[in-house]
């Protein structure tokens, strides 16, 4: 069942036991009910660092994070992201309170590699091999279990072959997707001026290799949380990823985000404008309405990469300008 892990396989076996319409509105709810509760545990970090945070606070973040265009298409898809994004949140929360509960989730989360695997650098490049190799150990002992319960021998390493072949095409899925589920990453964003192939590899690479050097040679500035931004940014920009991963972004950036919010200004929310849904939707027919204006309505439909490079600019720039966040956020 590739591109998802074998630690997945109890929960689709489960699902797929029952009615597809009861399937469908228990799988809504329990996202919806998630999504509050991450919102919870978030608004509980924000809350140590503004004593001043109220209900009415938590509220308000609550209803723009149900606006914010990647939690709607989380939702409208029916997309296991937000499960997984719900136990990243958790690791967050208990990685300095409980090492083998934060590898236990961080290995359960390995359901979607490409959101768990920004952690495993986080947990490098910070250092904490102790937790890097718990988390590794489970991710590793639970999919080989799980995977040789379900499938048997024979079936394991046909669907370990298998998964690695799709694994290693992901990169080549259509560069232009866009639209209202579309990429992140910068793929389709360099595709509009024809950089794919083989260019676009060693564009990425290059990229990739140079603000990794960065974020370990500054890693000692940065506090935890803009640590761990920085990487699932990095991975955001250079790999493959959709609209609704994106929420990932936004709640482990929300604590900082508060903390900053004095420093806006009127102009960033120009920056951010591609995480409302409305605008993206110019993409579907403004190609086809305006086509000599496509190569703009193309940069339209591929700027949710500006949303996650704006998010870590503005992030890393104000953590900069206030002095280094403590190590404990």
């Not at 603000?211 to 931004?229: E, H, N, S, T």
């Not at 994106?246 to 009127?266: E, F, G, S, V």
Request: aromatic share 16%; charged share 10%; glycine share 6%.
């Amino acid at each position: 069942m590739p591109p998802f892990l074998p630690i997945g396989y109890p929960l689709f076996h489960f699902l797929g036991n029952i009615d597809w319409r009861i399937a469908k509105l228990v799988w809504v709810a329990l996202s919806s009910i998630l999504i509050i509760l991450m919102v919870y545990l978030v608004s509980n970090q924000i809350n140590e660092l503004d004593v001043n945070f109220t209900r009415n606070h938590f509220g308000i973040i609550l209803l723009l994070v149900f606006l914010f265009k990647g939690t709607f298409l989380a939702l409208a898809a029916g997309q296991i992201s937000v499960l997984v994004i719900f136990l990243l949140i958790l690791f967050v929360h208990f990685q300095n309170r409980s090492e083998i509960l934060a590898a236990l989730l961080l290995a359960l989360a390995s359901l979607k590699p490409n959101l768990a695997v920004p952690f495993f650098l986080y947990l490098l490049v910070k250092q904490n091999y102790r937790l890097f190799f718990f988390s590794a150990a489970a991710t590793f002992l639970l999919n080989l279990g799980l995977s040789f319960a379900y499938l048997g021998p024979a079936g394991h390493f046909h669907q370990l072959w298998e998964s690695l072949q799709q694994f290693g095409s992901v990169s080549q899925n259509s560069y232009l997707l866009k639209a209202q589920s579309g990429r992140v990453d910068l793929a389709p964003f360099l595709a509009v001026f024809g950089i794919q192939g083989i260019a676009m590899h060693i564009l990425r690479s290059f990229i990739f290799l140079a603000a990794l050097i960065i974020v370990i040679a500054y890693r000692k500035r940065m506090g935890d949380r803009l640590l761990l931004i920085n990487c699932i940014a990095l991975f955001y920009t250079i790999f493959y990823y959709r609209d609704y991963d994106t929420l990932l972004l936004l709640l482990a950036a929300l604590p900082l985000i508060w903390q900053y919010r004095h420093k806006y200004q009127w102009w960033h929310i120009l920056l951010l404008f591609p995480a409302v849904l409305p605008i993206q939707r110019i993409y579907e027919t403004g190609a086809n309405v305006f086509p000599a204006g496509q190569i703009v309505l193309n940069l339209i439909g591929t700027s949710m990469i500006a949303t996650v490079g704006a998010m870590a600019i503005f992030l890393n720039n104000f953590s900069r300008d206030g002095g280094a966040e403590s190590a404990s956020q």
